[in-house]
């Protein structure tokens, strides 16, 4: 049946006019008819009439109600929007760790600011004022800018699916030119992964070898198969995130790295420890299931590196009884698995190998990507460059001083000078 049109009631509310009206939504699944209001503008007058700007406002606002009506099916909260169509959506077409970190920017920054608000009313000024409202907790500029794009991606798929209209309210908001830059990631040295594989047991210190030298991710680590591993070569054929098997990031990805002879070696040793299994997860736990590199990390890397300097002890068990932890400086710190993927883009830069060739062993879709965030310039190396530079600068000018003295002692009396 046909909605009967509205006329609206134009009220002060706080010192603003609002058009109300009526308008079924749905609620938790159940149609229900609302009473609901839209601002129109402050009050500017004495008088208790609307002036005629506001009347003509109402008058519009209440056409696009009456002509353009929503299918009160759609007509929903962001939370309800969010929470049964995007991150449903999000966890079927991306992969798990994406879907994970935006559900984790759903819960922990926006659903508590927009979740009761009603999607198909959201405009500019509500996202500029929850990003701003984020912005004041100190979060990095990409961060932001991860927790916009969150944003801008929800309203996209409600105007795809019906659920909104007209312009993306995220399009025109800007996150605050103050926010903290990004703190710069770390690339594990040459030095460094080996103090690490000196001191790591077994199989901790083959995966850790693994990161490092052939530069594979978290999860396609953890997702390698002894069927993935001849010809000198790692075949990278799938990924492992929280227990879920995917194809890798992208269709670079998928591709073969060198396996030089030291990480070769290692993994002989790793295969002969476990009974030389031709097939199989290349590291397996007990139950011949791959082995969680979590489960790594929490029982045999941190427990090796984080040592206290007096006694020895592991962090995790460590008592202050007759003295405090603190650490030990002389064994390297535990910067992550991708640490030492951007390790081997930063080692090889400096061993001389051409930007292009490192995208290809790290199979990035663009050389960019490998320039911008995986190969490091440390202050030493950026202190012999200008080193470099003024010894360079210092040698032309000794030629140029030469060239004059020459010059003066070969010109005739009185034919030449310098000034």
Known sequence: MRQRKQAGMIVNISGHWHVRYRESRNIGGILKQQRVSHPLGPVTTRGKRPPADIKT??????????????????????????????????????????????????????????????????????????????????????????????????????????????????????????APEPVETYAYSLDEIESILALLPEPAATAFAVAAYTGLR???????????????????????????????????????????????????????????????????????????????????????????????????????IDHAFRRDESIPEWHGWHAARRGLATNLSHLGVKDTVIQRILRHENVSTTRTYYIKTDTAEARDAMTKLEDHLTEGEHIQSGAVDLLQQSAPAGHFSIQ
Not at 121 to 132: C, F, I, K, R
Not at 222 to 240: K, N
Not at 286 to 309: D, E, F, H, Q, V
């Open 218 to 320: 978290h999860g396609e680590i953890h997702g390698l198969r002894w069927e993935d591993y001849h010809d000198g070569v790692l075949q990278v054929a799938r990924s492992i995130w929280n227990g879920r098997v995917t194809p890798p990031k992208t269709r670079k990805s998928c591709a073969s790295v060198p396996v030089i002879s030291r990480l070769a070696k290692r993994l002989e040793m790793h295969r002969l420890r476990g009974g030389d299994p031709q097939t199989g997860p290349m590291f397996a736990n007990g139950l011949g299931k791959p082995l969680s590199l979590g489960y790594l990390l929490n029982n045999s890397i941190l427990p090796t590196l984080n040592r206290c300097a007096q006694c020895g002890k592991p962090e995790a068990s460590h008592r202050a």
């Open 57 to 178: 406002e109402a008058a519009r606002h209440m056409a696009t109600v009456n002509n353009g009506s929503m299918d009160a099916q759609r007509v929903q909260t962001i939370g309800d929007f969010v929470e049964q169509v995007y991150l449903p959506s999000i966890r079927e077409h991306k992969r798990p760790s994406t879907a994970k970190s935006y559900q984790d920017i759903w819960e922990d920054h926006l659903k508590a600011r927009c979740g009761k608000l009603w999607l198909k009313d959201t405009q500019t000024y509500h996202v500029q004022g929850w990003l701003s409202q984020i912005g004041k907790g100190g979060l990095s500029r990409n961060t932001l800018k991860h927790i916009k794009s969150v944003i801008s991606g929800i309203f996209t798929l409600a105007k795809q699916q019906g659920y909104f209209r007209g312009e993306n309210p995220a399009r025109d908001t800007a996150i605050s030119p103050s």
